[in-house]
């Protein structure tokens, strides 16, 4: 069993997690502009907090996640919304591929940073985006103070990311137009000092 395994059941219960979900949708609402009726993939999906969050703009939905945990979490909710046009597929990143040329929009949020080589989910993620489509990758921007506190061994690959790296590297997987904003401060309390660790959205097209 994973450590994302576990947390599945209580994943939504985090509000600081459900809030921040909720800023990075509204962030590719506004950066992004998804036309209605798209296809959509969101990779790391987790519990489905920011597939379902763009749920209006979807013809269909595919959840990829390494967490069998999670994503039944994800279809259960679904069920329960009466959503009809969800997959869920358990995926395996080092080993296998994205359909060629499937969505519209690729989403991928607060999961770079437990990936060994993220390089290698932003050209595989490239494959899996139709001409004209977007990836919107939004995670932590690298600050002196880490972000986790108590993590799970190996949990953690990257403390968060410099933007201009992102962006050197999307633009040599092949994507073009790569535009970067800030689309969240999260904000923790530790040691009795206030700490912000701000979030990026990069959103860049294929
Ligand atoms: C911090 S959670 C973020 C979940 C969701 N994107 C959200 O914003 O609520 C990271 C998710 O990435 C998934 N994950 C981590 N490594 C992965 C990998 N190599 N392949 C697929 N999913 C992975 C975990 O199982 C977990 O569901």
Not at 165 to 186: F, T
Request: glycine share 6%; proline share 3%.
């Amino acid at each position: 069993m994973s450590v994302f395994d576990s947390r599945a059941n209580e994943w939504d219960k985090k509000t600081r997690r459900v809030q921040l979900a909720k800023d990075v949708v509204s962030s590719i609402i506004k950066c992004a502009k998804p036309e209605k009726n798209i296809d959509i993939a969101d990779f790391g999906t987790g519990t489905g907090l920011i597939m379902l969050g763009l749920a209006d703009y979807a013809k269909s939905m595919v959840g990829y996640d390494s967490s069998q945990g999670m994503l039944d979490v994800l279809a259960e909710k679904s069920a329960e919304a009466g959503i009809s046009n969800l997959q869920t597929v358990l995926f395996d990143l080092d080993n296998e591929k994205f359909p060629v040329e499937a969505f519209d929009m690729m989403t991928c949020s607060m999961v770079a940073h437990h990936l060994d080589n993220p390089e290698m989910f932003f050209s595989k993620a490239y494959d899996g985006i139709k001409k004209g489509g977007k990836l919107c990758l939004a995670d932590l921007i690298i600050t002196d103070e880490p972000f986790h506190e108590a993590p799970a061994q190996g949990e953690i690959k990257h403390e968060g990311f410099e933007v201009k790296w992102i962006e050197e590297v999307l633009l040599n997987a092949g994507y073009i137009n790569v535009e970067i904003y800030q689309a969240a401060v999260i904000e923790k309390e530790r040691d009795g000092k206030k700490l912000d660790f701000p979030v990026f959205l990069a959103v860049a097209e294929k």
